[in-house]
C-alpha cells in the first residue's frame, strides 16, 4: 500500500481561457471520474483552478484528454501545471468559487439553444415543457447576464431566483447536462413572460402570453419583445401594412429590417442559401445573415426596400422558439431602439422610449446586465465577414502582436457604428455593438458599457486613444475616461491599423488601401479614398481621390444629388453645370453651385463613399440617404449578383501628382446615361473602373516601396462585388491581400485600429528612451 501512495503526485492545474460559464468544471469531474483521480475543481478570477492526485501516468493522461478535448464552447489558451506537497484527497469535488486580485478568466458569449433544450421545450413530459427561459451547460444566456466574475449565479441576474428542489438535484447531478448551468430554471422557479399595454398594465401571464402574442401579431400589431440582450421590434413580416406601420412609426423610411424566419426550411422558402450560411444560422453564435433573395421572393418589398437581399437569422433563444410554434414561419425582428438611441434593455425604459411605436410589450423578469445586439454577418466567398459584431461572439478576443505585460489599452471607436476595444496582454477585446453616440444617451451606453467591460476583465485602461477629429464626441468621451495618458489617431491610420492587427501582424509597413465616406484628415479636409503606407505608429499617404466640395456639408451626405452637382461643376465645368440641370431638374441648382463655387459651407471631401453617392445620383438610383451609406449600398445592388471576373470596360481617369483625378469617370458615365445604356451595366462599368483604379495604385505603391502586400479597410469594402473583384485582380497580379476576419471592415473595427497605433507609439517612445539611458 505504501509503495501505492509514493507513486501519487499532486499538481495544481490552472487553466485560462474562455473556460467559465461552459461546462468546464462538469467536465473536468466527469474525466477525473474515468481516470481515477481525486482532488477538486474551482471558478477562480485567474480562471479554473484544479487541484490532481493521481498516478504520474493517470495525470499526465488527465492532463492531455483535457488538452484535447475540452467541452464544445470551451476555448484554452493556458495551461500552467505546478508541483505541490501530498494532500491525500479522497474524492473529487467542485468547490466553490474563489475570488482573486485579478481577473484572467474569460467571460463566454451567450449561445444558441441546443438540441436537447429544444427537445425538453418540445416534450409534455419534461419539466421544462415549453419553458422560455431553457437552458443547459451547452447554451443559454452568459455574457448578457453577468455581473462579475467568477462566473457563478450569485454574480448574474439570476442571483435573485432561488432554485427549486427539481433544479437544485440537475444542478447538482455530476450526470446531468444541467450540472452546475449558472442560469438554470424552470417554470417552478424561475422567470416568467408577461404581456403590458401601453401604460404599462398586465394583459396576458405565463399561461397565456404565447396564445395572445400570436393573436395581437396575426392583427397587425407591433410588439416590443425582450430577449436576450435587449429588445426587438416585431411584427408579422407578410403583413405590408405592419410593415409600413413599423417603419412609419421608427421614423425608418428605408433600412432594411431584420427577419426571423421558423427554421431552415422557412429560409429556403425566401432565399438563396449554401452550406455555409445554413452553418452560420444554426451555429451556436447564431448571428443575422445576409442571404440573396430568391426570384419572386414573395415577401414584401418593404422589408429592405431597394435591396436584392434580406438579413435573416434563426430562433436563438426558447422564447423565440416558442413563439415560431404558431402561424409565422417569418418575422420582423429588428432592434428595438428609437432610432439614433441605444438598443433599449429594461422594461421600464422600453416602455419609455418604445411606447409611441409598440402597441403592446413582451416583459420577462430576467435582467438584462450587458446590453448585446445581434451580430450581422455576411459569408462571401465561403468565409465569413462581419457587418456588425456583436451576440454570439462577444467577449471572445482574439490575438493580436502585443507582449503580454504590455499596458492596457483602450480604443474608444468611432462617432458611428461605435463599439471601443481594449487590449490586455497579447489579446483584443472588441466590445458589443455600441452604435451611434453623439447624443446624451448614447455616450452614457458608451460608458456604462465600458466601466461594465473593465470590470469583467479586471483592467483599467492605461492609455486610451480617440479620432483626431475635433468635433467628434468620442474625442470629448475619451477625455472622460481616467487614464496616464491619451493619444489621438486619425481615422485612417485607424483603419489600416485595424486590418493590420486583425492579421496578427507584426510592426510592418504595409500598404493599405482605405474606401470609406468621411474621416478627418492630417489637412483638416474629409478623407475617403486613400492608399496609405504605414505601419501601427505613422502612416504617409501615397494617393488619393480628388477633393470635391460638399455642398451643406451634412446636408450632402443626406442628399446624393447635391454631391453629384458638385462633382459635376467642379469636374466638368459649364458643361457638367447643363447635365446637372438636366438631371436634377427639380433641385434647387443653382443655390447648390453657388455653394460649392463660394466654398460656403462645403468643406472638401475625398471620400469614396461621396463618389458612390454622386454616380448614384446621375443614374436615378437613389436621391437621399435615409440611412448611412444607403446611395452606395443601391448602386452596388446592381452588381450584387454579378461574378467578380465580368469583363466591363473601365471609364477612363487620370493620376496627376498621386491624386486620382474623375473628370473622364464622370464623362463616361453621363454619356452611356444619355445614350441609354441600362444602369446596371453602367454601375458595372464604374465598379470596373474602381478595380483598375485600386490594382494600377497598389502597382505603383509597391514599385515604390518593394512591398507585395496590400490592406483593405473602409466600409466601402463591404460592398461585395468590389472586394471580390479587388482581391481577385490583386491576387492576379501576385498581391498578398489582407482584410478584416474579426471585426468589420466599416468603423466598428477602427477601436482595434486606434488602439494599436496607441500601443506602438508607447512602444517606440519606451524604446527611445530606453536608447537615451
Not at 732 to 747: C, I, K, S
Request: hydrophobic share 40%; proline share 6%.
Amino acid at each position: 500500500m505504501s509503495d501505492e501512495r509514493n507513486d501519487i503526485v499532486h499538481r495544481r492545474i490552472v487553466i485560462k481561457g474562455t473556460v467559465q460559464g461552459v461546462g468546464f468544471r462538469p467536465h473536468v469531474y466527469h474525466l477525473a471520474t474515468i481516470h481515477g483521480i481525486k482532488g477538486t475543481v474551482l471558478n477562480s478570477s485567474r480562471g479554473v483552478v484544479i487541484e490532481v492526485e493521481a498516478s504520474e501516468k493517470s495525470v499526465q493522461v488527465f492532463l492531455q484528454d483535457l488538452a484535447k478535448h475540452p467541452p464544445p464552447l470551451a476555448r484554452i489558451d493556458n495551461i500552467d501545471v505546478s508541483e505541490l506537497p501530498p494532500a491525500s484527497f479522497q474524492t473529487f469535488e467542485i468547490l466553490a468559487s474563489a475570488p482573486s486580485s485579478e481577473a484572467e478568466a474569460l467571460v463566454p458569449p451567450d449561445v444558441a439553444m441546443c438540441r436537447d433544450c429544444r427537445n425538453d421545450i418540445a416534450n409534455p413530459k419534461d419539466n421544462h415543457y415549453r419553458y422560455p427561459f431553457t437552458n443547459c451547460t451547452n447554451c443559454g444566456p452568459r455574457f448578457t447576464i453577468i455581473k462579475e466574475i467568477p462566473y457563478d449565479r450569485p454574480k448574474t441576474s439570476m442571483a435573485g431566483f432561488a432554485m427549486c428542489e427539481s433544479c437544485r438535484t440537475e444542478y447538482k447531478d455530476p450526470a446531468n447536462r444541467r450540472f452546475h448551468a449558472q442560469p438554470v430554471a424552470c417554470p417552478t422557479c424561475g422567470p416568467h413572460v408577461v404581456i403590458a399595454d401601453r401604460s404599462g398594465s398586465m394583459i396576458a401571464d405565463g399561461n397565456t402570453w404565447l396564445t395572445e402574442t400570436w393573436h395581437f401579431l396575426a392583427a397587425g400589431n407591433i410588439l416590443a419583445l425582450k430577449g436576450i440582450g435587449g429588445f426587438h421590434l416585431v411584427c408579422d413580416a407578410k403583413n405590408q401594412t405592419a410593415v409600413e406601420t413599423l417603419r412609419a412609426r421608427k421614423g425608418r423610411k428605408t433600412k432594411p429590417f431584420a427577419l426571423m424566419c421558423r427554421n431552415l426550411d422557412a429560409v429556403k422558402a425566401y432565399c438563396v442559401i449554401n452550406k455555409k450560411e445554413a452553418e452560420l444560422l444554426t451555429s451556436p453564435e447564431a448571428p443575422i445573415v445576409i442571404l440573396a433573395k430568391k426570384t419572386g421572393c414573395p415577401l414584401p418589398e418593404g422589408l429592405a426596400p431597394g435591396l436584392t437581399s434580406l438579413g435573416i437569422m434563426l430562433p436563438y433563444s426558447p422564447l423565440h422558439l416558442l413563439l415560431f410554434n404558431g402561424p409565422f414561419d417569418v418575422l420582423v425582428m429588428t432592434s428595438g431602439n428609437s432610432t439614433g438611441l441605444p438598443l433599449a434593455k429594461d422594461n421600464e425604459d422600453a416602455l419609455a422610449e418604445l411606447g409611441t411605436i409598440a402597441d403592446y410589450f413582451v416583459f420577462h423578469n430576467r435582467d438584462i446586465v450587458n446590453r448585446c445586439d445581434d451580430s450581422l454577418v455576411q459569408v462571401i466567398d465561403g468565409e465569413t465577414h462581419f457587418f456588425r459584431r456583436s451576440r454570439g461572439y462577444v467577449p471572445r478576443p482574439f490575438q493580436i502582436q502585443r507582449d503580454h505585460g504590455s499596458p492596457v489599452v483602450l480604443g474608444v471607436g468611432g462617432e458611428m457604428k461605435n463599439t471601443f476595444c481594449l487590449l490586455k496582454g497579447d489579446q483584443a477585446f472588441a466590445s458589443p455593438y455600441i452604435g451611434e453616440i453623439d447624443t446624451v444617451e448614447g455616450e452614457e451606453n458608451l460608458l456604462e458599457s465600458l466601466l461594465r467591460f473593465q470590470s469583467l476583465m479586471g483592467v483599467e485602461p492605461d492609455i486610451v486613444a480617440f479620432d483626431a477629429h475635433p468635433g467628434y464626441a468620442s474625442a470629448r468621451i475619451a477625455q472622460k475616461i481616467h487614464a496616464d495618458a491619451y493619444e489621438e489617431v486619425y481615422h485612417h491610420h485607424a483603419h489600416l491599423a485595424g486590418v493590420m492587427a486583425d492579421n496578427n501582424l507584426e510592426n510592418k509597413k504595409t500598404i493599405g488601401v482605405i474606401l470609406d465616406g468621411t474621416g478627418y484628415g492630417t489637412d483638416g479636409h474629409l478623407w475617403g479614398f486613400e492608399v496609405l503606407l504605414g505601419d501601427y505608429a505613422e502612416f504617409d499617404r501615397l494617393y488619393h481621390l480628388a477633393y470635391v466640395p460638399l455642398p451643406g456639408a451634412e446636408a450632402a451626405i443626406r442628399q446624393p444629388w447635391r454631391t453629384a452637382i458638385a462633382y459635376l461643376r467642379t469636374f466638368l465645368g459649364t458643361k457638367g453645370g447643363e447635365y446637372a440641370r438636366m438631371l436634377f431638374a427639380d433641385k434647387k441648382i443653382g443655390f447648390v453651385e453657388q455653394m460649392v463655387a463660394n466654398r460656403f459651407n462645403s468643406p472638401l471631401s475625398s471620400g469614396c463613399g461621396r463618389l458612390f453617392d454622386a454616380v448614384s445620383a446621375i443614374l436615378g438610383v437613389c436621391f437621399e440617404n435615409t440611412y448611412e451609406g444607403q446611395a452606395a449600398i443601391e448602386l452596388g445592388e446592381l452588381v450584387a449578383g454579378m461574378p467578380p471576373e465580368s469583363t466591363y470596360e473601365p471609364y477612363e481617369y487620370e493620376i496627376e501628382d498621386h491624386v486620382i483625378l474623375p473628370h473622364g469617370i464622370l464623362d463616361g458615365i453621363i454619356r452611356d446615361r444619355l445614350h441609354g445604356v441600362p444602369i446596371d451595366i453602367i454601375s458595372g462599368r464604374f465598379h470596373q473602373t474602381l478595380v483598375t483604379i485600386i490594382c494600377d495604385l497598389a502597382g505603383r505603391s509597391s514599385s515604390q516601396t518593394g512591398l507585395r502586400q496590400i490592406a483593405l479597410s473602409g466600409g466601402t469594402w463591404q460592398n461585395t462585388y468590389l472586394f471580390r473583384a479587388a482581391k481577385r485582380a490583386l491576387n492576379a497580379q501576385g498581391f498578398e491581400v489582407l482584410y478584416h476576419r474579426h471585426v468589420p471592415a466599416n468603423d466598428g473595427g477602427i477601436a482595434l485600429g486606434q488602439a494599436m497605433t496607441a500601443h506602438w507609439r508607447w512602444r517606440n517612445r519606451q524604446a527611445g528612451s530606453d536608447f537615451l539611458q
